[in-house]
């Protein structure tokens, strides 16, 4: 009999060594993509800071993915979302995603926003998936030089 995978999200209030791995498993796999001025995550310290909540998802026990959100006065963006590649296809991204989405409208949250890359297909393909639609560029990005977002795809979702 299949049982269907255990998947856990918790809180990740410090860069713990899992996060870490995580972290520098998005990094190496963004850096292979994208030139260094096209890529805009987050820096550790960053992540740990009083307005982005981040959390840890685990696979059957096991650290397999990661991601926040960053609030807003008028949105909620989503940062630093990875599942390692051995974990894709089984459902980690989309728990992953959903509780983003849960804890940004307990914030009270209307709009979550994010950027991603145009080769990050699957990440595309997700969020189109799960609702988000193209949206003009926001925030930080707008006064961004040219050349560092033309490979940004940026998406939003309306929560309700």
Known sequence: ???PARILVEPAPAPTGEIRALIAALDA?????????????????AIFQPHVRFFLARLEGAAVGCGGIALFPDFAEI???YVKPEARGRGVAQAL???LESVSRTAGTT??????????????RLYTHAGYTPCPVFGAYADMDASAIVTSVFLEKKLQ
Not at 115 to 121: A, C, D, K, L, M
Request: no cysteine; charged share 25%; aromatic share 2%.
């Open 1 to 3: 009999m299949n049982l």
């Open 111 to 124: 709009l979550l926003r994010l950027e991603t890359g145009t080769r990050q297909v699957a990440a595309m």
């Open 29 to 45: 796999e963004l850096s292979a993509e994208y030139e260094p001025h096209q890529r805009h995550g987050l820096s550790l310290d």
């Open 97 to 99: 995603l959903a509780h």
């Open 79 to 81: 940062k630093r979302m």
